[in-house]
């Protein structure tokens, strides 16, 4: 059983800074690409950044690069989401979720287990 914990959502201004955490318990963490997806209200889910098995291969969605960085501490079982230069656009439920290999994908489909989510609100 897997299980992922999120974590350090909240309320930011347009501009400002956060960090998400994604805490996994169970086996094969440092075995699985990571990622981090996100929805906002009436929307679908979508991608928003991958990391690989062992973190030296990562991928970002073009509405995030340069903005957000996707890291792992496989020691630690936690992936982490840099989110800077935030805007209100970025205002969604933030999921973090464990790949079907280790390789970084985009699709949802390629993700077999998800956390609960945390908010991330940002105000103009």
């Known amino acids: 059983q897997v299980q992922l914990v999120e974590s350090g959502g909240g309320l930011v201004q347009a501009g400002g800074s956060l960090r998400l955490s994604c805490a996994a318990s169970g086996r094969s963490f440092s075995s699985a690409a990571m990622g981090w997806f996100r929805q906002a209200p009436g ?13 030296g291969s990562t991928y970002y969605a073009d ?3 340069g903005r957000f960085t996707i890291s792992r501490d496989n020691a630690k079982n ?13 205002t969604a439920v933030y999921y ?5 290999s280790g390789s970084r994908r985009s699709e949802l489909n390629q993700y077999d287990y998800w956390g609960q989510g945390t908010q991330v609100t940002v105000s103009s």
């Open 43 to 55: 929307k679908v889910r979508e991608f928003v950044a991958s990391i690989s098995w062992s973190g």
């Open 96 to 100: 973090c979720a464990r790949g079907r």
């Open 78 to 90: 936690t992936v982490y989401l840099q989110m800077n230069s935030l805007k209100p656009e970025d």
């Open 63 to 65: 509405s995030v690069k």
